[in-house]
């Protein structure tokens, strides 16, 4: 697989994605960003299974429907399950350094799952609350040695948010900006 389409998936891994045991990885996103789901698909055309499909699900609880598109990739990351599920969960592996490399699966991590601060006005947020307390460190970690952003984390009611302060914003922006497609550029605080 070329080097973008790793990159993707790598950042997708790390993200919203499910990588199933027998190593097919599930992109699936909510419908307002369904642009997203056809970039990833565009992006990753060489391995995935099949076309976008439209998801409806019932609450049955609430009675409420959500709407979701999402894809499969063929069975190709059997070694990559094996680094990030070691236990049968996702987790932030040791070798994340070698993994998170390079500007545009940063990117993708960020549009899945990062955002504009909430009690600030120019900083940045990624929201790891599925990691635990060393797998964040081990990204904090990975974002300063691989890209020269330094973080802090904020407590969030019971989780905790991996932060980029006010300081490093432009240096982030710089990085993640070229890669950030119009339809996910509210996620940076800019409209399309």
Request: proline share 5%.
């Amino acid at each position: 697989m070329n080097k973008e389409c790793q990159d993707v998936c790598i950042g997708t891994i790390l993200g919203d994605g499910y990588l199933s045991p027998r190593g097919v990885l599930q992109v699936e996103h909510a419908r307002k960003d369904h642009q997203y789901v056809i970039w990833k698909h565009q992006k990753m055309s060489e391995i995935v299974s099949g076309p976008i499909s439209n998801i409806v699900r019932l609450n049955k609880k609430t009675g409420n429907q959500t709407f979701s598109s999402r894809f499969y990739t063929k069975s190709v990351f059997s070694e990559y399950r094996t680094v990030f599920y070691p236990n049968n969960k996702k987790t932030v592996p040791h070798i994340i350094d070698q993994l998170l490399d390079s500007p545009l699966a940063l990117a993708t991590l960020f549009m899945d799952d990062g955002g504009k601060g909430g009690n600030t006005p120019k900083g940045m947020v990624f929201n790891f609350s599925g990691f635990n307390k060393l797998e964040q460190e081990r990204l904090r970690s990975c974002l300063l040695n691989n890209f020269n952003i330094d973080t802090t984390f904020h407590k969030t009611g019971k989780y905790q948010q991996l932060y980029i302060p006010t300081s490093e914003n432009q240096k982030f922006l710089d990085i993640v900006s070229p890669f950030v497609i119009p339809s996910m550029r509210y996620r940076l605080g800019i409209t399309p």
